[in-house]
């Protein structure tokens, strides 16, 4: 840890000292406090207001019981959460993420990302994150209703449309937002926008399926532009994941030209030479919820792998551009190095925090354009705050009128996160410190002139 600054250094090691255990809070907390170092000795008025210890310290964190009954009438526990994180510049925002591995520590990380994402996004939101350690894989659909609707049973007092809208993540996509809120809205029997991502026919915004996925691909094609003169014509593509991220993100690649040769589950990783074909990737993943070895049966230039611990998987291959989609701490110092051996000049984030913190280092220094995903993949975000702008206008915008927009905000936070990188005097790709000093500047400054809290 190379801290420079002796206030930035104390709230760290404050963190360290409350939060021991918490590797993956701890993670995204150095990151960003290591780029805030810049804008700290720039303006006193932080460390007199001690605006770090509060901008890292949730504003409240809920945890309750979720208790529901599966399909053999047995009871079943899990945990819920909701990290309300900062409301300086709006209602807390940000998804909900349904995975065994969820607990406080990965819940404060996304948390505490989703601050200065949903800043970037120059829309009035705050960050929040919220979910539970339920494992909806194997799970039937009726299970997975009566689960969510037992998780909104508690969740629903401490949110609300002008409050606290939260939205999908990993293992919530539409289905379960719809469950969760059709128990929203019989519980307060009111009809708000209070969670995005909803259905067409009650209240959800064209594109927010895609918009995670297309953001990346916007912000890339962007990054690509200004910093290489360059595009994604022609280009080979490695995407981990095969979510709604990983999909999208297939996708728009392709249609701005590229081929895009891998995908991946948490079993194992596709290499497909051909390019992904991605009518099946959705047929498989979407509508059968099935996993990717059923991709590789039905494609004959398919080749499916079984993950083994050690291996670089979908970052292994020749490619131009690597687009991680599936989860935290999936691309190491190794794979970056792999990837800059094979010539790599982009890796733009789709997931949260992919990469661990050396291997970003190593791609910065490499003069690699590296997104951070706080950055690359906020168009998710941002379009959920087009969401909320339709239901309070109780009007639907088009899908050219809402990808237009999530366009023009992706290309907005690529040049942000540029300009001040370098205002900064950082080198112009450390698109890394530029986004965390871009997206903090107006929370301080919210935070500055609400007073103390
Ligand atoms: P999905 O649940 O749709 O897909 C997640 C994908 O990642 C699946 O392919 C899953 O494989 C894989 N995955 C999940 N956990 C692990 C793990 N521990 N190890 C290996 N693979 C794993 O989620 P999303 O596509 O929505 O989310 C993907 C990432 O994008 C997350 O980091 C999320 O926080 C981030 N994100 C999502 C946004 C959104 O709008 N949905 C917005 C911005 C960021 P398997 O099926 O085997 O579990
Ligand atoms: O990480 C994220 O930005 C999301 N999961 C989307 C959050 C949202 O409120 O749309």
Redesign the pocket.
Known sequence: MAFKNAYVKSVYEDLVKKNEGQKEFLQAAQEILESLELIVEKRPEIEREHILERFVEPERLIQFRVAWLDDNNVVRVNRGYRVQYNSAIGPYKG?L???P?VNQSILKF?GLEQVL?NSLTTLPMGGGKGGSDFDP?GKSDKEVMRFCQAFMTELYRHIGADTDVP???????GREVAYMFGQYKRLRNEFTGVLT?KGLSFGGSLA?TQ???YGLCYFTQEALKTLKNDSFKGKTVAV????????YAIEKAQSLGAKVVT?????GWIYDPEGIDVALLKEV?EVKRA??TEYAAARKSAQYFE?KNGEHGVWQYKVDIALP????N?LNLEDAKMLVKNGVIAVC??????TELEAAHYLIDNGIIYGP?KAS?????A??GLEMCQNSARLSWTFEEVDSKLEAIMKNIFHNAHNTAVKYGVRENDLLTGANIAGFEKVCDAMLAQGVF
């Open positions: 998804g993420r349904f995975h591995s996304l994402k894989k939205a999908g993540d990993i293992g919530v996509g991502g927010r918009a995670t996925g981990s994941g095969a979510g709604n991220v990983a999909t995908c991946s589950d948490s079993n993943k996993r990717l993950k989609c599936a989860t935290q999936e984030e789709g997931a949260n925090m992919p995903g993949n906020a168009g998710g975000v379009t959920s």
